[in-house]
C-alpha cells in the first residue's frame, strides 16, 4: 500500500494523530468530496429528484458492500449504524419461551441488553461460552453446550475493548454442523479483518461505516443470507419493504432491504460507497497486513515503558490496542489529547463480562490503522514516557 499517497488523500492526519480508528476513522479526501457533492446537488435541484439523477450510483453501495464481504448485493441492506442492523436482524428471529443463545465473553454491551431485554419479554435463556486461555471463545465450551433448546449463537468478532479476534470460522462451523442460526456481530472488524460471509457460515453480519470502513458516521449495513430470509419476521416493514397490496394485505420484500426503511441519508450512502471502494481496491487482506504489522509494532513499544500495562488478549490481534498505567485512564487520554494525540477511554460498562473477569475499570485504547505510520507510533510512545 502507498501509505504516502494515502495521507496525502486524508485531510486529517496534517491535524491530529489518529489513534482512534476504532472509535471513528479518518475520513478520505474522496469520501468527503462525494458526500459534499451529493449535499450540493440535493440543494441545488431537491432531494427526490437528486436521488432519482443518482438512482445507479445509488445501488452501487450494495455492489461493493457485497464484494467486500463475498456476498451478493441482494443480501445486503443499508442502515444507519450497525446497532440498527445488529437489531434489525435479532428482533427478526422467531423466538418463543425457553429458546437459548449462546454468547461470548467479550460481548458488546448493546447486545447483550437486547439478550436481557428479550430474556424478560419472551423467557428465553443466554448461555455465556467460557474464554479458553487465550481469551477467544472455547470452541470445544461451545459445542458442549448445543443442545436442541439452542436458537441462535451470536458474537462479537472483535470487541470494543481490546485485539482480541474471535475465531469467526469455526464458529460458523459448528453453526453449521448442529443447524442453528448465527449471528456476527462485525462492527469492529469491517474494514480492518478481510471477511467472507460464505468461509466464515454466519446467517447474519451487522457492520458499521464509520469505523475501520473509514465512511462517515451514521451509516452501516446489515448482511443476511438469502436462505433464511424468508424465515424471519422483520418488525420494521414499511412501505419500502413491503408492499400494501389490498385493504386488508401486504407483500413484503424477498431480499434483504426487506431490513431497511424508506428514509435514509442518502449523501452519507453514497460516502459509505466511496469508503467500501477504496477498502476494496486496496484489498482486505493487504489492509490487514498493515493493519496487524502497525498495532504488533505499536504494543512492543508499549511493552517497553514500565508503567504502561498491554491489555489485549487472544491468538490472533487486531488493529485495537490497549493498556493501562498507573495514571487513571481519563486522565491519560485527555493529557494525550492535549498533545495532538486521539485516543479514547473503554469502559467496564461496554464489555462487562470480560472486563469483570480481567479485574479491569477502564483501559486506553489506542487504535491503529493502515494511514498510521511507525513515527506516530513512536511519537506516541515518546509522549507517554513525557506524561510518566
Ligand atoms: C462490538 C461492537 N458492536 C456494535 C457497536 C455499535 O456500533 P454502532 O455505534 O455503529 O451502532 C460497537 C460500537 O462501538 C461495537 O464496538
Redesign the pocket.
Known amino acids: 500500500m502507498d501509505i504516502q499517497t494515502i495521507r496525502q488523500n486524508t485531510p486529517g492526519v496534517t491535524h491530529v494523530v489518529h489513534f482512534n480508528s476504532?472509535?471513528a476513522s479518518l475520513v478520505s479526501q474522496q469520501v468527503l468530496d462525494a458526500q459534499i457533492d451529493y449535499l450540493k446537488n440535493e440543494a441545488r435541484f431537491g432531494g427526490y429528484e437528486t436521488a432519482a439523477k443518482h438512482k445507479a450510483q445509488l445501488e452501487e453501495f450494495y455492489l461493493e458492500a457485497a464484494k467486500l464481504i463475498n456476498a451478493s448485493p441482494e443480501e445486503i441492506a443499508f442502515t444507519e449504524?450497525?446497532?440498527?442492523a445488529?437489531q434489525r436482524a435479532f428482533f427478526s428471529i422467531p423466538f418463543k419461551k425457553g429458546d437459548t443463545i449462546l454468547t461470548t465473553k467479550a460481548e458488546?454491551a448493546?447486545?447483550f441488553i437486547s439478550y436481557l431485554y428479550l430474556k424478560k419479554d419472551k423467557g428465553i435463556n443466554i448461555k455465556v461460552i467460557p474464554s479458553n486461555s487465550v481469551g477467544e471463545i472455547d470452541l470445544q465450551k461451545l459445542e458442549e453446550s448445543i443442545d436442541e433448546s439452542v436458537k441462535l449463537i451470536s458474537v462479537?468478532h472483535?470487541?470494543?475493548n481490546g485485539g482480541l479476534v474471535n475465531p469467526a470460522e469455526k464458529i460458523g462451523k459448528l453453526a453449521k454442523k448442529h443447524n442453528i442460526l448465527y449471528l456476527l456481530?462485525a462492527?469492529?472488524s469491517i474494514g480492518q479483518y478481510p471477511i467472507d460471509v460464505n468461509k466464515i457460515g454466519c446467517h447474519f453480519l451487522?457492520a458499521?461505516g464509520?469505523?475501520y470502513l473509514r465512511g462517515p458516521r451514521g451509516t452501516?449495513f446489515l448482511y443476511v443470507n438469502k436462505n433464511v430470509l424468508t424465515s424471519l419476521n422483520p418488525f420494521n416493514l414499511d412501505l419500502h419493504s413491503a408492499n400494501w397490496v389490498k385493504p386488508d394485505a401486504y407483500e413484503a420484500r424477498t431480499d434483504a432491504k426487506i431490513f431497511e426503511t424508506w428514509e435514509s441519508g442518502l449523501a452519507a450512502k453514497i460516502g459509505l460507497t466511496q469508503a467500501l471502494k477504496e477498502a476494496n481496491s486496496f484489498g482486505m487482506d493487504n489492509i490487514w497486513q498493515r493493519v496487524v504489522q502497525l498495532s504488533q509494532y505499536l504494543r512492543s513499544e508499549l511493552e517497553k515503558i514500565e508503567d504502561v500495562k498491554v491489555t489485549d488478549i487472544g491468538a490472533v490481534q487486531s488493529g485495537i490496542v490497549t493498556f493501562t498505567t498507573s495514571v487513571k485512564a481519563s486522565q491519560l487520554k485527555e493529557a494525550l489529547n492535549a498533545k495532538g494525540f486521539n485516543t479514547v477511554v473503554s469502559h467496564k460498562s461496554?464489555t462487562l463480562l470480560d472486563m469483570e473477569d480481567r479485574n479491569l475499570e477502564e483501559v486506553v485504547r489506542a487504535s491503529v490503522h493502515y494511514y498510521n505510520t511507525e513515527q506516530e507510533v513512536d511519537d506516541l510512545t515518546a509522549a507517554l514516557r513525557q506524561i510518566f
Open positions: 476504532a472509535g449504524s450497525a446497532t440498527v445488529w458488546y448493546s447486545n462479537t472483535i470487541p470494543t456481530d462492527c469492529q451487522s458499521t464509520r469505523k452501516g461496554s
